[in-house]
């Protein structure tokens, strides 16, 4: 949907739903507020504002800064409503609401969390940023509170208790308002967690539904007969049959990424995670339903459709990552379509009113653990080479491309309906897997398998050493459209606006604006510290920032030293000087830049 | 993170064990690791290290479940230590105690293992791995196992 569309559909729709949130649509319209996660419910991660466009990005000045006073991994990004900005730390989940007249903090929240939630979570401590409505900040604390914020004072309205992290749950996503509902998930993938997601009431913070992703059909919210998977009713019992007798119990199917919605459809989307342990052998099945996207009515949360992508998974393909909701041409048809970028290295076009797979194309030509998606049957066909549970447990698959990390992870990608393409922030790293056989114990981690990383090149032979690449995207045609190579990974969420200028951030700290059209370079400016934020825009009194959280850590922060340095070239300059240590340090600081 | 202070020690070990096997155990106080490195002719000519049992279980366990925080080789990440460097700062009854305990550092927790039937069984074999990391002698990277002893 063009952001031009969206503001004519909502005045004509929004008065039609009872319950609305009227105030969210009406600031998420607005391009000099940055009310939600991804700018708008589509998470286009697109702007309006045309003050800095790609003649003059490269004037960009900083214009002021803000340290948050926490040093762990810095995901998501600020948001702002009005005058007054809103932003969040790691753990311990700092919210600090500032006045954008004069930058001073008008209230602070820090909530206090046991030290026990930090070992149960397994890649740093991250979390992906906050929500408004209703005159609420809503936080998803790390510990799984849910706490509701009056958005003027910083005074707590409620809270709800989401999960236990004595059982390995915790929270890192950002939660999504969604009419008169506070929406979230689960993290925990790695502890055997049984993921979900939940819809709170906005007012009492009451919990209106629970819908799980794996195990029996009540408790998963579906429709046997009118829930469909490709066009076609899923059937009774169709998580239960595909795992063997109680292993659905700690199924996985977590929820830790994205949320998007579409007011029109009433549709919530969003991806589930891993099944149970890292070692396939011993679950065998499709494992449903993880690894896959799912469409839920906001009002019931029951399903409308879904589709696995990745059926039995066999690498950590984590179905998680943002779905972003365009109208888009596909085979000469306009279609309300749904984007996602997946960890397993395909990118997903589909009807999102039905869940019809319309492209699904590789989004880095290293992918190599499937050779292509069966149109027909939405199955990757799986290169027996690369399957870690063909070759069973015990034994070391080698060159799997991509990483655990995926071609892409959480970092949000975004779409300018100016070009009509999708700006995407991507890994490029490959890895050996061993599965092997663990034991569960609720609270410890639950993996079952050996995991090395390295470069793609290493994989490929191409002779290239480069971590990431950050890419534009055709959707319609499933095609690399354009391809910039950047040393490390790219783990920061991209911004394009309609000064045909796309943003994003790297790991080595650089804010960088490209070319919407050609990806050509115009502004570099190095931040405090590494970036795996989210870059977002808006206005006061009439003039446009850009804000980007740096604060290097979360699996970048890990994955990094990883594989740089093979037993044989490890010992030359090349290695040592591409160590991440060597170009950034710890600390978050939020950058705020703007044209002089 | 000590990175600086570790690598011209890594290089040099690394130099002194790619010009022909080494036998730690040889050298000095018994080790608690066997390892020996050198070109591999499966590998196509590339150095490979190849250890005694403990070692590679101590390897597999370390990639399985520690790898998350202190990264791959025991380097270190943005909030767990380079294990490379607190190795040589602690002796082995502070490693049991905070492999048992857990461990309160200044950027993170890590949590008690004793209680984890998938580590638990493995400290000797873990302090087998990370000190031949610490010691410059084991190589990054993925090594072989040595045939088993009579």
Known sequence: MTSKRF?????????????????????????????????????????QLTQIDKNNVGRLQVAWTFSTGVLRGHEGGPLVVGDTLYVHTPFPNKVFAVNLADQTIKWAYAPNQSADTIPVMCCDTVNRGLAYGDGKIFLQQADTWLVALNAESGEVVWKARNGDPAKGETNTNAPLV??????????????????????????????????????????LLIDPRRTTHLGEPIGASSSLDTWEGEQ???GGGTTWGWFTYDPELNLVYYGSGNPGTWNPVVRPGDNRWSMTLFARDADTGVARWVYQMTPHDEWDYDGVNENLLVDLEVDGRMRK??????????????????????????????????????MRTGRPQVVDRYSTDNNGEDFNTE??????????????????????LFYVPTNHVCMDYEPYEVEYVAGQPYVGAVLTMFPAGQATG????????????????GKIVWSNSEPFSVWSGALATAGDVVFYGTLEGYLKAVDARTGQELYSFKTPSGIIGNINTWTHEGKQYIGVLSGI?????????AGLEGATDGLGAVGAYRSLSRHTQLGGVLTVFALP | MNRCRTFPLFVAAAALVTIGANHAQESGAAK????????????????????????????????????????????????????????????????MKAMNDGFTGQMGVMPPWSQDPNVNKYFEELWSYLQARADGVLLRGRPKRLPAQP
């Open chain 1, 7 to 47: 503001v004519i559909f909502l005045a004509l729709v929004v008065p039609y739903f009872a319950g609305a949130n009227e105030d969210l649509q009406r600031l998420t319209a607005d391009s000099s507020n940055w009310a939600t996660w991804g700018g708008d419910y589509a998470g286009t991660r697109y702007s």
């Open chain 1, 178 to 219: 969604v009419n008169d509902k506070v929406i979230t998930g689960i993290s925990g993938g790695e502890f055997g967690v049984r993921g979900f997601v939940v819809a709170y009431d906005i007012d009492s913070g009451q919990q209106v539904w629970k819908a799980y992703s794996v195990g029996p059909d009540e408790e």
């Open chain 1, 248 to 250: 659905w119990r700690l």
């Open chain 1, 337 to 374: 379509a749904l984007v996602h970028f997946d960890r397993n290295g395909f990118g997903y076009t589909l009807d999102r009113e039905n869940g019809e797979l319309l492209v699904a194309e590789k989004f880095d030509p290293a992918v190599n653990w499937a050779t292509h998606v069966d």
């Open chain 1, 399 to 420: 060159d799997i491309c991509p990483a655990a990390l995926g071609s892409k992870d959480q970092q949000p990608a975004a779409y300018s309906p100016r070009t009509n």
């Open chain 1, 462 to 477: 191409d002779g290239t050493t480069n971590l990431g690449n950050f890419i534009a995207w055709d959707a319609a045609e």
């Open chain 1, 553 to 561: 850590g979360g699996w970048a922060g890990i994955g990094m030293a």
């Open chain 2, 32 to 95: 608690p690791y066997t390892v020996e490195c050198g070109p591999d002719l499966e590998e196509g000519g590339a150095t490979v290290c190849r250890v005694d049992r403990a070692t590679y279980v101590g390897w597999r366990t370390f990639h399985a479940i520690c790898h998350t925080c202190h990264a791959q080789d025991a380097v270190g990440s943005t909030f767990a230590p380079d294990l490379l460097a607190r190795m040589r700062e602690i002796d082995k009854t502070a490693f």
